[in-house]
C-alpha cells in the first residue's frame, strides 16, 4: 500500500519508527520481533524501520525487519535509506533487495555527516536520492523535514526553499524530526505551505522518559525545550518512575493537541521501547 493514500485518505494517520537491534547489544537481534509484536496492539497504520542510524553503512536488516513486519505481521512497512555513505551501485542495490522484498515505500534521507570524517557518496542531498529511487523503482517516496530548521541551515526559510527539491524529486509525504513545542510546528506548518508545499506532513514525537534519554537524544536532536517540558524535567530527572509518567503524559498531551489541530499524521518514535509506546496510544486511542 501506497503511505501517501494512506494520509491522503485518513483523518490522522498513526504510524511507529523502530530501529534494527544494535548488533552488540545483548539479545538476539530476534528481538524486534517481540518488539513488533507487542507494538502491533496499538494499531499503527504504518512501521518505520531506520537505515544505518549510528554509522552502520549498509543496513541489510533494514529491509528484513521491514520485509517481516509487512509478510509476517499484516502491517504496511516503510524501509529508510540514507545516501551519505553511499555510492551509487550500492544504492541501486538497496532499492533493488526493498523491491524484491516487496517494500513499497522508502523514506529518503542524506544521513548525518559524522564530523571530521570523509564523505565518499555519489549524492549530495536526500533529493538526489530521492531521484535515483524514482528512476529506479516504483516506491513511494517519503522524506524528512524540520519544524525548527536543519541544523546545518541558515535559517528555517532557507530550508522549507531546499526542502521544495525533495517534493520536486517526487517525495509524496514528509515526516518531521522530533520537537516538544506545538507551536513551532503550526508555525512550520505555515511557512511551509506559504512556500507551495502541498505534500501531508506527519508530526514526530518522541516520549522523553529517562534521564540518560534528555542527555543523549534531547540535547542531540538541538529541538527548543518549551517552559512546560523543563519544568517537567526539573521537577522528576531524579525520581525514575515519575519521569517516565511524566514524559508519556507530555507526549499525549502534546499528541491530543496536535491531533486537535489537524496534524495529517503522527509519527512516535518508539526507540524500540512497546511499553511506553502503547501507554501513549492508550491515552490517545480515542482520536484516532
Ligand atoms: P537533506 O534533505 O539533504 O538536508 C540536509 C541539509 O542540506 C539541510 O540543511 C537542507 O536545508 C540542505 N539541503 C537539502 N537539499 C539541498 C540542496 N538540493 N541543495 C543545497 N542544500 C540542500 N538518519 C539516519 O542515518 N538513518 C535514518 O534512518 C534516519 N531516519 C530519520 C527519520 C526522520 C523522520 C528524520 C527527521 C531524520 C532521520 N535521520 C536518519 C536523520 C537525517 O539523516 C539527518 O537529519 C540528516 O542530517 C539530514 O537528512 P535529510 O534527508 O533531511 O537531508
Not at 25 to 39: D, Q
Not at 236 to 248: M, T, V
Amino acid at each position: 500500500m501506497r503511505i501517501t493514500d494512506l494520509y491522503n485518505s485518513k483523518k490522522t494517520v498513526f504510524s511507529l519508527e523502530i530501529f534494527p537491534p544494535k548488533k552488540e547489544a545483548s539479545g538476539s537481534p530476534e528481538s524486534i520481533y517481540h518488539t513488533v509484536e507487542k507494538l502491533a496492539a496499538s494499531k499503527p497504520d504504518f512501521i518505520s524501520v531506520t537505515y544505518g542510524a549510528g554509522g552502520n553503512l549498509v543496513d541489510n536488516a533494514t529491509c528484513e525487519i521491514a520485509a517481516s513486519i509487512k509478510k509476517n505481521f499484516g502491517i504496511e512497512a516503510m524501509a529508510h535509506l540514507t545516501c551519505v555513505n553511499s555510492g551509487r551501485d550500492e544504492v541501486r542495490e538497496m532499492i533493488r533487495r526493498y523491491k524484491a522484498a516487496d517494500i513499497e515505500n522508502v523514506l529518503v534521507l542524506r544521513g548525518d555527516i559524522i564530523e571530521g570524517s570523509e564523505v565518499h557518496s555519489d549524492f549530495s542531498h536526500a533529493n538526489e536520492l530521492a531521484i535515483e529511487v524514482h528512476r529506479n523503482s516504483d516506491i513511494t517516496i517519503l522524506g524528512a523535514c524540520y519544524p525548527e530548521g536543519h541544523y546545518e541551515s541558515e535559517d528555517l526559510h532557507s530550508d522549507i526553499q531546499n526542502l521544495k527539491y525533495k517534493i520536486g524529486a517526487g517525495v509524496g509525504a514528509l515526516i518531521t524530526q522530533l520537537f516538544f513545542d506545538n507551536a513551532l510546528f503550526y508555525d512550520f506548518i505555515g511557512q511551509a505551505k506559504g512556500a507551495g508545499i502541498a505534500v501531508p506532513i506527519a508530526a514526530g514525537i518522541m516520549p522523553i522518559v529517562s534521564k540518560r534519554q534528555i542527555e543523549k537524544t534531547v540535547a542531540l536532536s538541538g529541538a527548543s525545550l518549551p517552559h512546560s517540558f523543563t519544568g517537567m524535567i526539573g521537577r522528576c530527572e531524579n525520581h525514575p518512575d515519575e519521569l517516565r509518567r511524566a514524559g508519556i503524559d507530555y507526549a499525549i498531551r502534546q499528541i491530543r493537541d496536535l491531533i486537535e489541530h489537524g496534524a495529517d499524521g503522527i509519527h512516535l518514535y518508539t526507540m524500540n521501547n512497546p511499553d511506553v509506546s502503547l501507554a501513549v496510544y492508550e491515552g490517545i486511542a480515542d482520536l484516532l
